[in-house]
T-cell receptor, first 114, second 111 residues
Framework: KQEVTQIPAALSVPEGENLVLNCSFT??????LQWFRQDPGKGLTSLLL?????REQTSGRLNASLDKSSGRSTLYIAASQPGDSATYLC?????????????FGAGTILRVKS | SAVISQKPSRDICQRGTSLTIQCQVD?????MFWYRQQPGQSLTLIAT?????????ESGFVIDKFPISRPNLTFSTLTVSNMSPEDSSIYLC????????FGSGTQLSVL
């Protein structure tokens, strides 16, 4: 059974700092991995999607990497801003054919202080 | 991309009542997914709603408690029946359109 773990559970940093969020998964047989952002009491916004054949994806100040063999992904946020404060979730998708039943981590709560 | 409108955004309900949550997608999709996020926890898949067939429920979730309708390729509803305080959660619908898109969520509080 696939399990997804995110470390740290919470992180507080001063504005401008670069930071890394970690995600690990137990079964390397994945189709893709997605990073999401969730604001309090809200739905999820997809940030980056990495296919299993890819190593990284970038969008603006965000960079996500994937090392499928070791079951790890990182989300790098450059020059953090107070508006980045949110919960960040990673989720892995099983191999195609099993339906798109993503398995989510518990999330990292990020607070960027001004 | 896909844009999902979900309503209500929040509700406070009495024990024993039912609440129906609606999701409207701006494009036709084969499968819609309903998730639950209990306080302080991550998302758990409740069921997959397919147009024209019965929804497929995950372990621990049953149709009598969470009946789902999927009348067409752009719309679905989830009903939380006979509610108890343990049902207080955020409920989210989502669709897979190259990647997973989510509605804005329904924050449910049961007194």
């Amino acid at each position: 059974k696939q399990e997804v773990t995110q470390i740290p559970a919470a992180l507080s940093v001063p504005e401008g700092e670069n930071l890394v969020l970690n995600c690990s998964f137990t079964d390397s047989a994945i189709y893709n991995l997605q990073w999401f952002r969730q604001d309090p009491g809200k739905g999820l916004t997809s940030l980056l999607l990495i296919q299993s054949s890819q190593r990284e994806q970038t969008s603006g100040r965000l960079n996500a990497s994937l090392d499928k063999s070791s079951g790890r992904s990182t989300l790098y946020i450059a020059a953090s801003q107070p508006g980045d404060s949110a919960t960040y979730l990673c989720a892995v998708s099983p191999p195609a054919g099993y339906g798109n039943k993503l398995v989510f981590g518990a999330g990292t709560i990020l607070r960027v202080k001004s | 991309s896909a844009v999902i409108s979900q309503k209500p955004s929040r509700d406070i309900c009495q024990r024993g009542t039912s609440l129906t949550i609606q999701c409207q997608v701006d494009s036709q999709v084969t499968m819609m997914f309903w998730y639950r996020q209990q306080p302080g926890q991550s998302l758990t898949l409740i069921a997959t709603a397919n147009q024209g067939s019965e929804a497929t429920y995950e372990s621990g979730f049953v149709i009598d408690k969470f009946p789902i309708s999927r009348p067409n390729l752009t719309f679905s509803t989830l009903t939380v029946s006979n509610m108890s305080p343990e049902d207080s959660s955020i409920y989210l619908c989502s669709v897979y359109y190259e990647k997973l898109f989510f509605g804005s969520g329904t924050q449910l509080s049961v007194l």
